[in-house]
């Protein structure tokens, strides 16, 4: 199983465009990658995923 990062720009930045963290983090596992975690309010989420059929 491999780990990824994502680093989403863009996002709670001075009050707009709030997202919160416990959403993305459920967006992820909704998504079914495993091990989801987001880092403090940046938008940056670490996950693992492994590779099935129709993922490319």
Known sequence: ????????RG???GGHK???M???K???EVLRFDNVVTYI???NV???AKKEKGFS
């Open 1 to 8: 199983m491999k780990t990824y990062v994502a680093l989403l």
């Open 11 to 13: 996002i709670n930045i």
């Open 18 to 20: 709030k997202l919160k």
């Open 22 to 24: 416990a959403d993305l």
């Open 26 to 28: 459920l967006l992820f």
């Open 41 to 43: 309010q940046s938008g």
């Open 46 to 48: 670490f996950f693992s």
